[in-house]
């Protein structure tokens, strides 16, 4: 069945530097790849997406690219800031269909 | 604030006693997901509505129900509640069958 793959499963960066995060997807018909971020305790809160026709996307500090030919997309975080800490999930789905979830990423940023 | 909202925030119930959670959304969205987290890991889609149309996912537990009586409200109903059902329960709704937006969720512990 489908599968996204998040690497690393846990990331800490020191205040100020930049945090990566990979995601790999199975299913070449995805088209859509949202990112969440999610505070403990709290709801996933969308913080960013990509669609197929686009190869990268920014917001402030945070990008998202995409690689359709190799399957993989990353999230891109720079000058981090302790706020940042949570804990992000990848995702991929293709139109009018479900989204299949990464495993999680563990950010840290230390002041 | 357009909005989805999940009552109540923390349930407590006794193993085997049926228990239902709300979700309501004052978003207009079409669909409505619900989906299980367990402790850090990814959430889990349990099943989704489209307008009336209801998707179990193959993997959902019979114990697991859901009704949908109109666009605003979604219900999750435990029929036999086990300790392995306590989890953070996720409701969530979207307009086009991808943008995905949380509600709060609600935190469900079995006793």
């Known amino acids: 069945g489908e599968n996204v793959e998040q690497h690393p499963s846990t990331l800490s960066v020191q205040e100020g530097d930049s945090a990566v995060i990979k995601c790999t997807y199975s299913?070449?018909?995805?088209?859509?790849f949202p990112w969440y971020k999610q505070e403990l305790g709290k709801r996933p809160q969308l913080i960013i997406d990509i669609r197929s026709n686009v190869g990268e996307k920014k917001d402030q500090r945070i990008a998202v690219t995409l690689n359709k030919t190799a399957k993989h997309f990353s999230l891109h975080i720079t000058e981090t800031q302790p706020e940042d800490s949570a804990v992000y999930f990848c995702?991929?789905?293709?139109?009018?269909?479900?989204?299949?979830f990464g495993t999680g990423t563990r950010l840290q940023v230390f002041p | 604030d357009a909005m989805v909202i999940q009552n109540p925030r923390y349930q407590v119930t006794q193993f085997g006693k049926p228990v239902t959670l709300s979700c309501s959304q004052t978003?207009?969205?079409?669909?409505m997901y619900w989906y299980q987290q367990k402790s850090s890991q990814a959430p889990k889609l349990l099943f989704h509505?489209?307008?009336?149309?209801?998707?179990n996912e193959a993997d959902t537990p019979d114990n697991f129900q859901s009704r949908r009586p109109n666009t605003s409200f979604c219900f999750l109903d435990i029929r036999s509640p086990g300790l392995g059902d306590a989890a953070m329960y996720l409701c969530?709704?979207?307009?086009?069958?991808?943008?995905?937006?949380f509600g709060p969720g609600t935190r469900l512990l079995v006793l």
């Open positions: 969530a709704t979207s307009r086009d069958r991808q943008t995905q937006y």
């Open positions: 978003l207009n969205h079409n669909v």
């Open positions: 995702a991929a789905g293709r139109s009018g269909d479900k989204l299949i």
């Open positions: 299913d070449s018909a995805s088209n859509y």
């Open positions: 509505y489209y307008d009336k149309d209801f998707n």
